[in-house]
Nanobody
Framework: QVQLVESGGGLVQAGGSLRLSCSASGSIFSINRMGWYRQVLGKQRELVATITSGGSTNFADSVQGRFTISRDNAKNTVYLQMNSLKPEETRVYYC?????????WGQGTQVTVSS
């Protein structure tokens, strides 16, 4: 089992920045990939960015060049740095961890971008 706890969401003006954190605990040695997804109520959850245990990253086209994802293995934490935020990126952001046998989700953190 893996437990994920997100933090860092909040209210920011358009063009501003936020950094989300996701702390993992439990069977962290089994995690192959971690990432961030976001969702508007009533719509499908969408990929934002992922990072593998080897450090390879992947981003949605819409955030390429504005968002970065990184990990601190000593703290078992993954970060999502979000710059130049847009009002349409107001979502609940979820942390995700993938092992060879399961996927895990955090509880989500609200990001609101005001225009």
């Amino acid at each position: 089992q893996v437990q994920l706890v997100e933090s860092g969401g909040g209210l920011v003006q358009a063009g501003g920045s936020l950094r989300l954190s996701c702390s993992a605990s439990g069977s962290i040695f089994s995690i192959n990939r971690m990432g961030w997804y976001r969702q508007v109520l009533g719509k499908q959850r969408e990929l934002v960015a992922t990072i593998t245990s080897g450090g390879s990253t992947n981003f949605a086209d819409s955030v390429q060049g504005r968002f970065t994802i990184s990990r601190d293995n000593a703290k078992n934490t993954v970060y999502l740095q979000m710059n130049s935020l847009k009002p349409e990126e107001t979502r609940v952001y979820y942390c995700n961890a993938v092992t060879s046998v399961s996927k895990y989700w955090g509880q989500g953190t609200q990001v609101t971008v005001s225009s």
